[in-house]
């Protein structure tokens, strides 16, 4: 859908096509004010969203009733034209924070300047894509789309957005859902306070949790001890990939390791695989560090100019310097990374040009819309007691906070007190919000009883992202559970042949049947773990998998006796070539297996 490039001044550049997706409702009937979700970011684009939508249990349960519209605002996602395509991919190439800061922020400040001056000369620039232009965006949006009413979900920067389409266009707004809202009316950066609150409270959770408590005891004096020790010497792992390390060089600094921490709780899943993480530093487990790295240069889906940029233009401004300064000041643990990143945006912020700061993209006014917060109570970045204060400004507005639960809440497939909460608010946006179901939502799972390796969440997860990995892994999964039916079958046809036959036969049943019973074991044990925290996996197997995976080598060595004795009984007529080329691909199968398993450092 094409909008002006600014609602200000509405000959200024060619018009931005705005990418939108309309995802049905599971219901013959659905009601006739769909659900529109901005994700934040700002920059992300909801429409990478659409699978979610399909097959999410919190997007469910709003199809049942209604219709979903993804909006990928201006800026963002498949919306064209893209905002400075060779800037935004050379600041993806850049080192991540805390690794080499001079020549990061040189760059970053060189790439915005640039951008800027690109967009400039296009009859645009960074405040094109504020806040207030989405707005207005979405209710040209309403109107084209000929609906009478809808209601607005918006996402951390997302409720920005939203709550400027409200503003723009209170009459077509049936109500408001906000989830971990970055509020227009309070500061938005990453204060190092609100971090440290975060990482007190999981700490607070794992000494109140008995098996975290006794694997991890005085957590909070180690990770300091184990900060001050990266402050006085970094930790240097070398023979890297030069292609993503400079030099193949990677430099474990007190604030890269602080921004790790910082970015894990964002999520309840990796907030508990925090005593991990501390356990892995004071080991300098190489591979925990490899992933750290990975982790933090990995490419985002998110437009990080706009990311960056948008929030120096509608946000920085309003932002009280003494308070900042203060917040940076602040001694604590996770909070420095926090601050030494925000710290790095007044750089970019000084190569962005921008208009008076303009007050409206500071203030919320009431229009009566109902309104519902959800947040979570260890969220980072946009901390319960910040939207709480910020929502005050809103009579009409209520908050829920979620326990247990941090800033990305709305990815938790296990728990569904907050997809009760925003259903029910859909439904009857102006009865009482009931929210007993929070009393009920556990606390934070942490990742105990592992044996640690460090390497498996690296080897499986490279492999999950590569379907052809995952097409071979199942064709040896099935040649080995075929294996106890085919030789069964052979032996019953060849039970009066010779004993090099059935020997043949009996080891490749033997190799079938033990990978079944490994496998199963391997799922049981494994299944839990990636339920509540996939990322402990990087760290370690549980300790019932270890003690089995010896398995691995005696599967493997059957299946090999079981392709030999193939070949020589196929020679003397025994078995036909067919069969012996299945046993020989048995038998590769089960070495292949303990192969993978071997890697991961075990017995």
């Known amino acids: ?72 605002e201006r800026g963002s996602g498949r919306s064209t034209p893209p905002v400075c395509p060779e ?56 109107g084209a789309l000929g609906l009478e009413r809808w209601n607005l979900f918006g996402l951390s920067y997302g409720a920005r957005q939203v709550l400027a389409a409200m503003e723009a266009d209170p009459a077509g707004t049936r109500a408001v859902l906000l989830g971990s809202p970055a509020m227009p009316n309070a500061p938005t ?54 292609a993503i390390y400079s030099n193949g060089r990677l430099v474990v600094t007190r604030e890269l390791a602080a921004q790790s921490i910082g970015l894990m709780l964002y999520d309840r899943q990796l907030s508990g695989a925090i005593p991990l993480l501390a356990g892995a530093l004071e080991r300098r487990d190489v591979h925990v560090a490899r992933s750290i790295g990975g982790a933090l240069a990995g490419a985002s889906a998110a437009n990080q100019l706009i990311g960056i940029g948008v929030p120096c233009v509608e946000a920085r401004p309003h932002i009280d310097p003494a308070a900042l300064a203060a917040d940076r000041a602040r001694p604590g643990l996770v909070g420095t990374g926090a601050a030494s990143q925000d710290a790095e945006h007044d750089v970019v912020c000084a190569a962005v040009p921008s208009p008076p700061p303009d007050p409206a993209d500071a203030s919320v006014v009431d229009h009566g819309v109902p309104i519902l917060a959800l947040v979570g109570a260890f969220d980072p970045i946009t901390p319960a007691a910040r939207v709480r204060a910020a929502i005050a400004a809103l009579p009409s507005a209520r908050v829920v906070e979620l326990p247990g639960e941090s800033h990305r809440f709305f990815l938790a497939r296990a728990e569904g007190c907050a997809r009760e909460l925003a259903s029910a608010f859909l439904d009857d946006p102006a009865a009482p919000t009931d929210a007993r179901c929070t009393a009920a939502m556990p606390p934070i799972r942490f990742a105990t009883g592992l044996h640690p390796t460090g390497v498996p969440g690296a080897r499986v997860g490279a492999l999950a992202q590569q379907p052809g990995w995952l097409a071979a892994a199942g064709l040896v999964v099935l040649l080995l559970l075929s294996a106890p039916v085919v030789a069964a079958a052979a032996a019953w046809r060849q039970r009066r042949a010779t004993e090099r036959a059935i020997a043949s036969n009996g080891l490749l049943a033997t190799t079938g049947i033990a990978s079944l019973v490994l496998l199963a074991v391997l799922a049981a044990a494994l299944m839990p773990v990636l339920r509540e925290s996939p990322f402990a996996l990087g760290f370690g197997v549980p300790v019932q998998v270890a003690s089995w995976l010896g398995l691995a080598w005696p599967i493997a060595a059957c299946g090999i006796a079981a392709a030999l004795a193939g070949v020589l009984a196929s020679r003397r007529g025994l078995h036909s070539r067919a069969s012996m080329v299945y046993r020989i691909l048995v038998g590769l199968s089960a070495l292949s297996l303990g192969a993978f398993l071997g890697t991961m450092g075990l017995p």
């Open 1 to 72: 859908m094409p909008v002006p490039a600014s609602w200000d001044r509405l000959d200024a550049g060619d018009p931005i096509t705005m990418y939108v997706v309309r995802v049905p409702s599971l219901a013959a009937d659905p009601a006739p004010d769909p659900v529109v979700f901005l994700i934040g970011g700002p920059g992300f684009g909801a429409s990478r969203a659409w699978r979610g939508a399909l097959e999410h249990p919190w997007w469910l349960a709003i199809r049942a009733r209604r219709d979903v519209i993804l909006v990928d």
């Open 87 to 142: 800037e935004e991919a050379a600041l993806r190439q850049l080192p991540p924070a805390g690794l080499d800061d001079e020549a990061r922020r040189a760059a970053m400040r060189r790439l915005f300047t640039d951008c800027a001056a690109r967009l400039q000369a296009q009859g645009r620039g960074f405040d094109t894509y504020r806040s207030r232009h989405v707005g207005r965006d979405l209710a040209a949006l309403r």
């Open 189 to 242: 950066f990453a204060t190092a306070a609100a971090f440290d609150d975060s990482l007190a409270y999981v700490l607070r959770q794992c000494a109140s949790d008995a098996a975290c408590a006794a694997e991890s005891p005085d957590l909070t004096t180690r990770l300091r001890e184990g900060f001050d020790a990266l402050a006085a010497a970094p930790w240097i792992v070398d023979g890297l990939d030069p």
